[in-house]
């Protein structure tokens, strides 16, 4: 029975994003990363034992572009294989948005924080003081990443949960795989905490 993970937040957070959701597990082992938005980037060795590696937003598309070895299986919130839009991806997000993001970000980052933040679903106070070159990485991750041929490897694997009203058409466009939409937008982790603790414990319990 796998009883850990290894987590990864979305742009824009840190590591204290899944402290709600994991509350509800705490019978489980966990290595979560921390991309160093707002301080020291943290990256933990994968787990020795058997599993899940769990991802929202951009930290799915982080999670497809590693090699994940001993994963039993990916469990992804408000995820994406990919994210900008391309002619055979529609419903992605527009390059030029991210564009001017990171061309804003560089005279005022607290704003563009807060006005993603707001746009996702939040209002809480940032976590710390940005961190202006991590975040522009990100971003450019964001703009250039395309893991769908990983995302198809993963096949029966790949567990995932996005919002209804997510405004990030990348995300209401799922993946291949079958998974679960639920009423919320785009912070399925923090809004809904136990139903996505809840989920994730379906496949630590019951995995393919």
Known sequence: MTRALYLV??????????????????????????????GSEHRPPLPQTPYLAVGHSAGSLALLGQDLSGCEGVVFFNGFPRFTAAPDFPDGTPERVLIRMRARLKRDPAGVLHDFRAFCGTDAPLPGTPDVDALAQGLEELQSLDCRSQAANWKNKLYWMTGTDDPFGAAKAGFATPGERVEGKHLLPLTHPEFCANFVRRWLDDPR
């Open 9 to 38: 937040h979305g742009w824009g957070f840190d590591a204290s994003f899944w402290a709600a959701m994991l509350a509800h597990l705490p019978d489980v082992s966990t290595q979560i990363v921390d991309c160093g938005y707002f």
